[in-house]
């Protein structure tokens, strides 16, 4: 049992990690959010690119075994038809919120996606979850590994899955998808403008492009756009995906200090681009 000191504690961790505009009243009337307000409340968790931060030293480390495990855990949920990739990447990168996206380790936010996935999608209860996460605590001792011990082998006759795990099998994806798409609305060469929509729930076409000027560099691939894949809808027509090629000056203005020829490159699914 914890202590109210201890509860005390862990509260005000909570608040200093919450992400806030200070600016705001903590319940704005409707006429005190402006359009910019609702725009920057609007934007997705890992949508981070161009925003202030501090300079940090790039780290590169082998990964614990837990990381490996996991990936290999939501790779096979993919194989067997549970969920597509789109899926997993708004779970535990967008579904989470600012303070869980920054604070959580990488394959952290994976895990956690995958618990959610199966609650949501009905394959255990919470309650299943919850038992489960108690039992296993219980018998972990301090600083060791445990190994996996499972209840049972289930039956996965009944287990609704998608139908992309079987036809992208021995294709791959995005192959699967080649000749499915209308024909390419651009060409390498075109100038091109990255429309700046409403990104509401998720997007993949980051905020620092909207509305800049780039050009193709490459037609890269056919494939549903993450905004439909993510919500694993099967019947959605794929279309092109672009590399688009961009003046790092166009992005950033006169804040940009590096030589007048830096570029930037990223890919942007049809529906976000219109000609320049």
């Known amino acids: 049992m914890e202590t109210a000191a201890e509860r005390t504690q862990r509260l005000a961790l909570i608040s200093r990690l919450k992400t806030t505009f200070q600016e705001d009243p903590e319940w704005p ?10 725009w920057a409340y609007m934007k997705t968790s890992h949508d981070v690119g161009g925003e202030l931060d501090f300079p940090k030293v790039y780290e590169n480390k082998e990964e614990e075994h837990w990381e490996l495990m996991t990936y290999v855990l939501c790779e ?32 952290c936010r994976w895990l956690w996606s995958v618990g959610r996935l199966l609650i949501e999608k009905k394959h255990i209860s919470w309650g299943d979850l919850t038992d489960r996460l108690a039992e296993v605590q219980a018998r972990q001792p301090t600083g060791t590994h445990l190994d996996a011990q499972p209840k049972f082998e289930g039956d ?25 798409a209308d024909p390419a609305k651009f060409k390498v060469g075109d100038p091109v403008v990255v429309r700046d929509l409403p990104a509401m729930f998720y997007t993949r076409t980051p905020e620092y ?22 919500w694993n809808i099967e019947d959605a027509k794929p279309e092109w995906f672009y590399i688009v090629r961009f003046k790092q000056t166009e992005l950033w203005g006169e804040s940009y200090t590096g030589p007048a020829n830096d570029t930037l490159q990223t890919e942007i699914p049809e529906r976000w681009l219109a000609p320049a």
């Open 209 to 230: 492009v909207r509305g800049a000027t780039g050009v193709i560099a490459e037609c890269a691939y056919e494939s549903p756009a993450p905004e439909d894949e993510t």
């Open 76 to 107: 096979v949920l993919g194989w067997q038809g549970i969920w597509v990739s789109e899926e997993r990447r708004r779970l535990a990168n967008v579904d989470v919120g600012r303070p869980i996206y920054l604070g959580l380790p990488y394959y």
């Open 29 to 38: 009337m409707p006429d005190q959010v402006t359009s910019e307000h609702f």
């Open 156 to 180: 996965g006759a009944d287990v609704v899955r998608n139908k992309h795990h079987i036809e992208a099998k021995g294709i791959g994806d995005p192959q699967v998808f080649a000749g499915k």
